[in-house]
T-cell receptor, first 111, second 112 residues
Framework: AQSVTQPDIHITVSEGASLELRCNYS??????LFWYVQSPGQGLQLLLK??????LVQGIKGFEAEFKRSQSSFNLRKPSVHWSDAAEYFC?????????FGQGTTLQVKP | DADVTQTPRNRITKTGKRIMLECSQT?????MYWYRQDPGLGLRLIYY???????NKGEISDGYSVSRQAQAKFSLSLESAIPNQTALYFC???????????FGPGTRLTVL
């Protein structure tokens, strides 16, 4: 069955530090992969997506993610975190017109 | 103006009451979805619709029903609300060519 796992429920980083949020998926075919961000009290906004091609994808707000088929992973990265990045982040895999979401990772940013 | 709107944004109701959450979109997408979000569980799919005549159950459809009144409108009903349906509910839309989904702002529902 298709599934998405985000191993880290909560992460705290200092402002200006680098960030990596982990995502592992289980899917039988070539996956469509997404990262969404949910700021407090807001809906979900798409950060980036992978369908095919270059395994390193760039998104909005300075985020990038790398698809690694051998590891079934799609980790999200940012070189330097800003206080405004504090939010909840969701990884998702597209499956037959639907999205399957991970449990989410809450990012806290220390001044 | 927002492309995907949800009404109401907040609702408090009592156990046993019937409640309807509404979703409208101006994106012209055929596909619409209802999710619920619970802390630590991410978003789980309740129902989805690929066009006006197509309704499908998602992962957690028990206790819910939906109506697709038009391409732009997709409503979620709780026939007899119970406290464990307290959650944040999201509507989303997509078109099959892009696959990504666009989310509304959410409805926070509390069942007492």
């Amino acid at each position: 069955a298709q599934s998405v796992t985000q191993p880290d429920i909560h992460i705290t980083v200092s402002e200006g530090a680098s960030l990596e949020l982990r995502c592992n998926y289980s899917y039988g075919a070539t996956p469509y992969l997404f990262w969404y961000v949910q700021s407090p009290g807001q809906g979900l906004q798409l950060l980036l997506k992978y369908f095919s091609g270059d395994t390193l994808v760039q998104g909005i707000k300075g985020f990038e993610a790398e698809f690694k088929r051998s590891q079934s992973s799609f980790n999200l990265r940012k070189p330097s975190v800003h206080w405004s990045d504090a939010a909840e982040y969701f990884c998702a895999v597209g499956a037959i017109g639907k999205l399957i979401f991970g449990q989410g990772t809450t990012l806290q940013v220390k001044p | 103006d927002a492309d995907v709107t949800q009404t109401p944004r907040n609702r408090i109701t009592k156990t046993g009451k019937r409640i309807m959450l509404e979703c409208s979109q101006t994106k012209g997408h055929d596909r619409m979805y209802w999710y619920r979000q619970d802390p630590g569980l991410g978003l789980r799919l309740i129902y989805y619709s690929f066009d006006v005549k197509d309704i499908n159950k998602g992962e957690i459809s028990d206790g819910y029903s939906v109506s697709r009144q038009a391409q732009a409108k997709f409503s979620l009903s709780l026939e007899s609300a119970i406290p464990n349906q307290t959650a944040l509910y999201f509507c989303a839309t997509s078109d099959w060519t892009r696959r990504e989904q666009f989310f509304g702002p959410g409805t926070r529902l509390t069942v007492l």
